[in-house]
């Protein structure tokens, strides 16, 4: 045992290495992004839901949208004050939000989010026609 002062140095040094991460960025956290609006969705003044709700739980939405399309072909959403909307993330969201690198991928990134919308729906329909 007389390495004993070796071993509490090297649990020490090794302490400090492992928390280092954390006490070094204390207080240093990036601030949440604003998605920027387009004058489109400035103009409607109404989304789909309300901003807290679509801010929020946006991704259990385009879900439940997807399975309504896909699976039982219904298209059209009714929300709680009656408009209705297209089921599409290409034509009813990015008609509003068509700056996908302004309004989807600045919140996004920030989250260290990989959303598999892209695979299959191109970020601006409107572009392509």
Same mark, same amino acid.
């Given at each position: ?13 090794f302490g ?13 956290? &990036? ?10 969705? @400035? !103009? ?6 309300? /901003? ?35 089921? &599409? ?5 990015l008609d509003?939000?068509?700056? @996908? !690198? ?6 996004? /990134? ?20």
């Amino acid at each position: 045992m007389n390495d004993k002062n070796k071993i509490i140095a090297g649990l020490i040094i090794f302490g400090v290495i492992i928390t280092f991460p954390l006490w070094y960025n204390m207080g240093k956290a &990036s601030p949440v992004p604003e998605p920027e609006l387009t004058t489109t969705a @400035k !103009a409607a003044k109404q989304c789909v839901r309300e /901003t807290e709700y679509m801010t929020a739980e946006h991704m259990q939405l385009l879900d439940v949208w997807r399975d309504s399309v896909v699976r039982y072909g219904k298209r059209i959403y009714v929300n709680s004050s009656g408009k209705e909307f297209d089921m &599409s993330l290409s034509n009813t969201c990015l008609d509003c939000h068509s700056n @996908k !690198a302004e309004f989807c991928d600045r919140c996004h /990134t920030y989250a260290s989010v990989d959303p598999y919308c892209w695979d299959c729906h191109i970020d601006n329909p409107k572009e392509k026609e």
